[in-house]
C-alpha cells in the first residue's frame, strides 16, 4: 500500500504519496527533481547522498522515504541564501576542495553537521567528521583546508 | 538499488509493535542502518516493515532500580551526548563513538545493534563487559536475557520471533569501577576487526567482551578468571592474554586470516587491560 507523507525539504512543504520501498534519495532526486544530492554507492559507504534531517546529517541511500514523514530536510541546494553561497560553499570554492565535484554535496552537508556542533574543530576532529565520506580526486586535503576556512568565516560572521 | 516491494506500518507503543509482528511476517525497523542495506541487496525480503523507532518509551537513558536503562531505539549520537550514562561508564560513550561515521550514528540505534548480532558490531562487547541484561518483551510479557546468553551465533540472538529488545539494562557500577574499549577497526567499513571491552571493579573483578573475533560476540572467562582479584601487572596480564583464545576458533575473511585476527587479539586485549590496570 502506498502512503502519503509531508515532508518539509529546504523550508518548502510537499505532500506525495509514495511506495514503501521509495529511497529517500530517490524520492529527493526522482519526485522532487533536487538532484544535488548523489548517490556513489550502494553500500552506505560513501556519503555523497548526506542530507540533514530534522538537522542531522544521514545517508539518504540508507533511509526511506516513509521514515522521514513529519520531518525537515535540508539537502545542498537549501545551504545558499538568496545569492550569497554559503560559508563552506565558498570555502570549498576558495581552498580547491573538491576536482569533480561529485562528493562535494555531501562532504559540505556532513561539515556542516560538525560545525553546527562544534565550531571550532582542530584537523583530526574535522577529518573525524568526515569519515564517512569518500572522495577520489581530492585526497582530502583541500577539503580539510575548506573545513577550517568556513568554520574562521564563520565566527567572523557571528562576531559582527 | 531498489528493494523488494513491502508494507510498512509505524508502531506507537510496543504493544503496537508486538501485535504487528505477529499478525505477518514482518521485521521491526529502527535506525535501518543495518535492514535497509540488506532490503537494498535484497538479502532479507520481509513482507512488512514495523517502524519502531518513533515509539517514545524505547528512547532515551535513565536510572531505574539500580539499573542505568537504555531504550533500545536510542541512537548511538544520543547515547554519547547523555551526560548521565558519561558520568557513570564514560568508556561506553567513547566507544559508541568508533562505529561507523558520523552519519551513521546519528540515526543507528543500539536495540538494532544487539537484535542483528553483526559478529563485528561493537555494543555486543559493550554489554558483555558490563554484565548487561537485554530487557525484551513479547505476546507472553516481559522477560530479561543476559548478555552472556544473548548471542547465541552467526548473526542469531536468543530473541524469539515476536519478541522485541526494549531497553538494555547496566547495573550501577560500584564508584570505582574503570572500563575501556580498545577495537582495530576495518579500515574501509570500520566495524571492528577486533574489538575488547574490558572492565574492573574496585572489588578486583575483571569482566571482557570480545567482538569481531569469532561468529559470536563471547566473554573472555579463562583471561578473566586469572586476573579477577589480581594486581594488573605485566606476569598476570601475560598469563592472561596467553591464556584469553587457546581454544578459540577466529573467523577467516578476505579482510583477516584466523592467525591474523587471533593476534589482533591479544594485542587489542593486552591494550585493554593495559588501559584498565
Ligand atoms: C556504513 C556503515 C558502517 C557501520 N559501521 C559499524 C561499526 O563500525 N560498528 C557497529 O557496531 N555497527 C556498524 N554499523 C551498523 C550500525 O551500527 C547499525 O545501525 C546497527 O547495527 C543496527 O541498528 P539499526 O537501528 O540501524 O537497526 P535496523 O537496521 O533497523 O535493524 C537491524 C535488525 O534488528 C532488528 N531490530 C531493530 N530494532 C530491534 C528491537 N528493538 N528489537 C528487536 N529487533 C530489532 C531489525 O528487525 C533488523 O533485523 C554500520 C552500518 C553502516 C551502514
Ligand atoms: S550513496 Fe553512498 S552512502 Fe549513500
Ligand atoms: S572531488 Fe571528485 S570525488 Fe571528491
Known amino acids: ?17 509514495v511506495e514503501p520501498r521509495l529511497l529517500l534519495v530517490h524520492y529527493l532526486r526522482d519526485v522532487l527533481r533536487l538532484t544535488g544530492t548523489h ?61 569533480c565535484g561529485f562528493c562535494t554535496p555531501g562532504m559540505i552537508m556532513t561539515a556542516a553537521d560538525l560545525l553546527q556542533h562544534n565550531p ?13 565520506n569518500l572522495c577520489r580526486c581530492t585526497g582530502y586535503h583541500n577539503i580539510v583546508k575548506a573545513v577550517e576556512f568556513a568554520a574562521t568565516k564563520m565566527k567572523k560572521e557571528v562576531a559582527v | 538499488m531498489i528493494p523488494a516491494e513491502f508494507e510498512y506500518s509505524k508502531a506507537n507503543t510496543v504493544d503496537e509493535a508486538i501485535l504487528a509482528l505477529s499478525l505477518s511476517e514482518a521485521k521491526l525497523l529502527a535506525g535501518g542502518h543495518s535492514l535497509i ?26 536510572e531505574e532500580d539500580g539499573e542505568i536503562v537504555i531504550g533500545a531505539a536510542t541512537t548511538y549520537a544520543e547515547i554519547m551526548a ?26 543507528g540505534t543500539i536495540g538494532g ?33 543476559n548478555a552472556t546468553d544473548f548471542f547465541t551465533g552467526f548473526f542469531t540472538t536468543a530473541l524469539d520471533e515476536n519478541e522485541i529488545i526494549t531497553a538494555i539494562r ?48 563471547f566473554r573472555a572467562s579463562a583471561a578473566e578468571e586469572i586476573l579477577s582479584g589480581k594486581a ?21 575473511d578476505r579482510f583477516a586470516s584466523a592467525v591474523y585476527r587471533k593476534h589482533l587479539a591479544k594485542v587489542y586485549l593486552r591494550k585493554a587491560l593495559l588501559e584498565i590496570a
Open chain 1, 1 to 17: 500500500m502506498n502512503i502519503t507523507i509531508n515532508v518539509k525539504v529546504n523550508g518548502v512543504k510537499y505532500s506525495n504519496t
Open chain 1, 39 to 99: 548517490i556513489g554507492c550502494d553500500t552506505s559507504n560513501c556519503g555523497a547522498c548526506t542530507i540533514h534531517l530534522n538537522g542531522m546529517a544521514t545517508k539518504s541511500c540508507t533511509l526511506l522515504a516513509v521514515q522521514a514523514d513529519g520531518m525537515e530536510i535540508t539537502t545542498i541546494e537549501g545551504l545558499a541564501k538568496d545569492d550569497q553561497l554559503h560559508p563552506l560553499q565558498e570555502a570549498f570554492r576558495e581552498c580547491h576542495g573538491l576536482q
Open chain 1, 120 to 132: 571550532n574543530p582542530n584537523e583530526e576532529e574535522i577529518r573525524t567528521a568526515l569519515e564517512g
Open chain 2, 37 to 62: 542495506p540488506a532490503l537494498k541487496f535484497r538479502m532479507s525480503r520481509p513482507s512488512m516493515l514495523v517502524d519502531i523507532s518513533r515509539i517514545q518509551e524505547l528512547k532515551g537513558i535513565h
Open chain 2, 82 to 107: 547523555d551526560d548521565y550514562l558519561r558520568s557513570q561508564l564514560p568508556f561506553l560513550a567513547a566507544g559508541t563513538s568508533t562505529i561507523g561515521d558520523m552519519q551513521v550514528r546519528n540515526y
Open chain 2, 113 to 145: 545493534s544487539l537484535a542483528h548480532a553483526d559478529p563485528a558490531a561493537d555494543w555486543p562487547a559493550m554489554v558483555l563487559a558490563t554484565d548487561a541484561a537485554i530487557e525484551v518483551k513479547g505476546p507472553e510479557g516481559k522477560r530479561r536475557i
Open chain 2, 170 to 217: 547496566i547495573p550501577v557500577p560500584p564508584e570505582g569501577t574503570v572500563g575501556t574499549y580498545q577495537k582495530f577497526a576495518q579500515p574501509a567499513s570500520r566495524y571492528a576487526m577486533v574489538g575488547v571491552a574490558a572492565v574492573k571493579t574496585p572489588g578486583g573483578k575483571v569482566r571482557i567482551g570480545i567482538t569481531g573475533l569469532t561468529e559470536k560476540a
Open chain 2, 232 to 252: 594488573l601487572d605485566d606476569n598476570n596480564i601475560d598469563a592472561a592474554v596467553e591464556a584469553a583464545f587457546r581454544d578459540t576458533e577466529p573467523m577467516s
